[in-house]
C-alpha cells in the first residue's frame, strides 16, 4: 500500500533551536517528494526534491532526498516563531505528473 | 494577496444538480490542476491545463469538465451529480508539469 509517513508527529521547540523533520515514503513509481508549510489556509510550497543527495535551501530551510533509504528530511535552522506551523511531506507518483500522496504532518511549534 | 482563490469554500447540493467550482491564480503560473482528495486525503489529479491547453486527463467521468478561459483560471463543471462525488476538491497552480505546486484551499462538495 502507499504510504507517507512523517516523524516527528508534534515537536516543541525555542527560538533559536535547530529542528529536522522526517519524511519516509513507499510509493509505486515514485516522482519527486515536495515538502510544504501549512499555516491556516492551503499548503504553500517549500521545496521539491527529485534527485537523491542534492540538498536545497531556502533561507534557514532546507531538505534532502535519499531514494535508496526512501526518506527526506526538512532541516530548519535558527527557528523563529514564525516558523511554526504544520510541515507536510508529498510524494508525487504514478505514470501521470500530479498524483501526490500526502503523509500527515509534522506540528512545530516555536516558543519564544 | 490569495495566490490561488477557488470559490466556493463549501458547496452543498441534491442529485442531479450541476455546479461549478472556480479557480483563479495570480502566480502568472503556466500550468493549473483539478484534484480530488480521496477518503485516505490522498490527492488524485483529474485535469492539468497548461496555458489554457488541456494536458492531463485522468480518468474522471464525462460528467466532468474543466473550462480554462485564460492560463490564470480554471474551472471545473460537474453535470448530474452523485452521491460519489462527495469530496474536497482542491485547485493548484504550478511553474510547469512536474514542479511545486500551489494549492487553493479547496471546496467541500457534499451531494445530498
Known amino acids: 500500500e502507499d504510504k507517507v509517513v512523517q516523524s516527528p508527529l508534534s515537536l516543541v521547540v525555542h527560538e533559536g533551536d535547530t529542528v529536522t523533520l522526517n519524511c519516509s515514503y513507499e510509493v509505486t513509481n515514485f516522482r519527486s517528494l515536495l515538502w510544504y508549510k501549512q499555516e491556516k489556509k492551503a499548503p504553500t510550497f517549500l521545496f521539491m526534491l527529485t534527485s537523491s543527495g542534492i540538498e536545497k535551501k531556502s533561507g534557514r530551510l532546507s531538505s534532502i532526498l535519499d531514494k535508496k533509504e526512501l526518506f527526506s528530511i526538512l532541516n530548519i535552522t535558527a527557528t523563529q516563531t514564525g516558523d511554526s506551523a504544520i510541515y507536510l511531506c508529498?510524494?508525487?507518483?504514478?505514470?501521470?505528473?500530479?498524483?501526490?500522496?500526502f503523509g500527515k504532518g509534522t506540528k512545530l511549534s516555536v516558543k519564544p | 494577496d490569495t495566490a490561488v482563490s477557488q470559490t466556493p469554500k463549501y458547496l452543498v447540493t441534491q442529485m442531479g444538480n450541476d455546479k461549478s467550482i472556480k479557480c483563479e491564480q495570480n502566480?502568472?503560473?503556466?500550468?493549473m490542476y483539478w484534484y480530488k482528495q480521496d477518503s485516505k486525503k490522498f490527492l488524485k489529479i483529474m485535469f492539468s491545463?497548461?496555458?489554457?491547453?488541456?494536458?492531463i486527463n485522468e480518468t474522471v467521468p464525462n460528467r466532468f469538465s474543466p473550462k480554462s478561459p485564460d492560463k490564470a483560471h480554471l474551472n471545473l463543471h460537474i453535470n448530474s451529480l452523485e452521491l460519489g462525488d462527495s469530496a474536497v476538491y482542491f485547485c493548484?497552480?504550478?511553474?510547469?508539469?512536474?514542479?511545486?505546486?500551489?494549492f487553493g484551499s479547496g471546496t467541500r462538495l457534499t451531494v445530498v
Open positions: 508529498a510524494a508525487g507518483y504514478g505514470g501521470s505528473q500530479g498524483n501526490l500522496i
Open positions: 491545463y497548461n496555458n489554457k491547453e488541456l494536458i
Open positions: 502566480l502568472g503560473h503556466d500550468t
Open positions: 493548484a497552480s504550478s511553474s510547469g508539469v512536474g514542479y511545486g505546486y500551489t
